[in-house]
């Protein structure tokens, strides 16, 4: 949906899960010297400022990334792995009063081998992906210089289509490079993307059932029914192609479903098709401990 822009939810706890999963994912895929091609269906801007006023309106960065931030400093090392990725990812963004959106994770944890394809349709917001994505010096400089994004060679393999990403996932796929993955993260703002995402990953999955895909969603009180079905959908799709696929579900819930003054997004969740090895427990265990030191309900 047009409307939509990202920055007002950066560094959100759905961030936090996202990232999560989408840097254990690229790690996974970097144990291997053969290279891969990703592909992130609805991008943004790539980078948010945590002093955008659009964010401090919502104050959800506040209660998302920074609080989180602030939390842990301190305790890198007796973090869960997993997590101890995360925030050593986002450290220097975040010192810098920054947010590195996918993108931005995606165009600094790709090698030089590795191809990253990036959609987006919205006209302000991929202007911005365009400059953020090549403002090279400017991100490794903010992130302290410290991410695998090393020269200009590495960036000349990141293609940003100014498109829809339903459409752009299925004409590029299968790519050349048979290894790789997907990340799938619409609004949800309409009932149809709950639709286009299922029929989306079930085709996709038939051409390129090798690929792994990572779908966010979200935790809302008026699309229960919607989400369930779009899961369902995938999950028997998949399962009738290939009985043995490994299906990764993880949530992490904000606030509690009975509370007080609960946001419209209290809580979200990654699926994942074709999950890394060990992702679910390594991932669980993070998110435990966000949970317990955010003070989330599980």
């Known amino acids: 949906m047009l409307s939509y822009q990202h920055a007002f939810h950066s560094g959100n706890h759905a961030d936090i899960l996202k990232h999560i999963v989408l840097i254990y994912t690229l790690n996974h895929l970097n144990k291997k ?72 994770i995606e165009k600094n944890l790709i090698r030089k081998n590795d191809v990253l394809v990036l959609s987006e349709l919205h006209p302000q917001e991929i202007e911005n992906l365009k400059k953020n994505m090549n403002s090279l010096k ?97 999950t028997n799709c998949c399962r009738t192609q290939n009985q043995n696929v490994e299906i990764s579900n993880l949530i992490l819930t904000a606030y509690p479903e009975g509370s007080e003054n609960k946001p419209r997004l209290y809580g979200s969740g990654m699926f994942i098709v074709n999950s890394p090895y060990l992702l679910q427990e390594k991932v669980e265990e993070a998110l435990k401990y966000v949970s317990n030191v955010m003070g989330f309900c599980e």
């Open 138 to 234: 400017n991100n490794m400089d903010s992130a302290g210089g410290k991410n695998s994004c090393m020269n200009e060679q590495n960036c000349k393999n990141v293609n940003i289509h100014k498109r829809n990403g339903w459409e752009m996932i299925q004409a590029l796929t299968p790519p050349k490079t048979v290894r790789g993955g997907v990340l799938i993260d619409p609004s949800y703002e309409e009932a149809a993307d709950y639709v286009d995402a299922a029929e989306t990953i079930c085709r996709l999955y038939k051409k390129w059932n090798s690929g792994i895909i990572l779908l966010w969603y979200p935790l809302l009180t008026h699309r229960k029914a919607e989400c369930r079905e779009m899961l369902n959908k995938i």
């Open 33 to 104: 010297e053969k290279p891969y091609t990703f592909f992130d269906t609805h991008a943004g801007s790539g980078l948010y400022d945590l002093n955008d006023e659009r964010l401090l309106k919502t104050n959800e960065a506040e209660e998302g990334i920074k609080k989180l931030f602030l939390l842990c400093k301190n305790n890198f090392n007796n973090l869960p792995q997993a997590l101890n990725d995360y925030l050593c990812f986002v450290n220097s963004y975040v010192e810098n009063n920054l947010y590195p959106g996918s993108p931005e």
